[in-house]
């Protein structure tokens, strides 16, 4: 048998890589097992107010003052407007010179009787006569009485000009013109207040895979956050299920403003991989499985990436197939 020396460097190099690989740890194997993947629906959601209340007039008239712009915070039973209908000042002058009137007639009655009850004592007049003065001076202060609630009515119908924030929050619409004539009942300006939550519409086929309590993600520009369905509504419409997402800090300034917002609708089994696990040459993935006749590569296609940092195996791998870490 013919030998070759090797020179001594080549001879160490090799005696310490068949050291290195007769003492190499091997590769670990384990078989591939189904794992659940929550199913979601991509869909955008609208911002809403939880209270939406118009500030309304309560007489009609003028609106001779607004304090308020859309976008102003104001404060519950803030008055935040004046509408001022000219016929109640003229009503309550006339009902002023009414009052004096009265009060004149009033004053006579009283001296008049004051009078007759003197005569009484005397013996000069008869006490029916007492009697009918008595009776007319109840009279005009019983008018006059009415006179009074009448002005108080005019006087609450004035007070009643001054439009008033029904509610605390932000002024969102102002739909009436100072200048303008508005009617009893008429929105002067709309408040959203109570806070902000999300509304979500989503079609009728998912309606019974959604729960409340839920946990939903939503994107924003300062990254993903997440929020919890507080109310799935029962009245389908238009073939769209509605449903209300409570968000620690949803921010923002806009109501009515759009946002993307992932929703569970469902499970699903599927295999998945530690991305370590799979190598890519060339454009394909490669995985190794551990067989009798020692580790084989397949090539296998795979799909989204999980929140766990797994990636889906769309085809090529079997349940049970053991992998080679």
């Known amino acids: 048998m013919l030998r070759i020396p090797l020179p001594a460097p080549h001879a160490a190099a090799l005696a310490a890589a068949l050291a290195a690989l007769m003492t190499a740890a091997p590769a670990l194997a384990a078989p591939i097992a189904p794992v659940t993947v929550v199913e979601t629906k991509a869909v955008y959601g609208t911002v809403e107010a939880r209270q939406q209340a118009p500030a309304r007039a309560r007489i009609g008239g ?5 304090g308020v712009e859309e976008g102003d915070v104001v404060a519950a039973g803030e008055r935040i407007g ?10 309550r002058d006339a009902l002023e010179a009414r009052l004096r009137a009265l009060q004149a007639e009033l004053d006579n009655a009283r001296t008049e009787l004051g009078r007759a009850e003197e005569l009484v004592s005397r ?6 006569r007492v009697d009918q003065l008595g009776t007319q001076v109840r ?19 004035a007070a009643e000009g001054a439009v008033e924030a029904p509610i605390a929050g932000r002024v969102v619409a102002a739909p009436a013109t100072p200048g303008s004539v508005v009617m009893p009942g008429e929105t002067v300006v709309t408040i959203a207040g109570g806070g902000l939550f999300l509304r979500l519409s989503l079609p009728e086929r998912h309606a019974d895979l959604l729960e409340e309590g839920a946990t939903v993600t939503i994107a924003a520009d300062d990254g993903a956050r997440e929020g919890v369905i507080a109310k799935l509504y029962p009245q389908i419409e238009n073939g769209r299920v509605q449903a209300d997402v ?6 923002g300034f806009f109501v009515g403003a759009r946002t993307l917002v992932e929703v569970p609708v469902g499970t699903r089994e599927t295999l998945a991989l530690p ?3 799979v190598e890519t040459r060339g454009g394909v ?13 397949v090539v296998v296609l795979l799909g989204e990436r999980l929140p766990d940092g797994a990636v889906e195996i769309v085809s090529g791998l079997r349940a049970g197939d053991e992998v080679v870490q």
């Open 82 to 91: 004046l509408v001022v209908d000219e016929k109640i000042a003229l009503q």
């Open 285 to 297: 993935d490669f995985v190794t499985l551990a067989g009798p006749d020692g580790p084989r590569e």
């Open 62 to 66: 003028t609106l001779v003052e607004r």
């Open 123 to 128: 013996g000069v007049s008869t006490q029916q």
């Open 275 to 277: 991305a370590t696990a």
């Open 139 to 157: 009279v005009v202060e019983n008018q006059l009485a009415a006179a009074e609630a009448e002005r108080a009515v005019l006087d609450q119908q």
């Open 246 to 251: 409570e968000v620690a800090d949803i921010g």
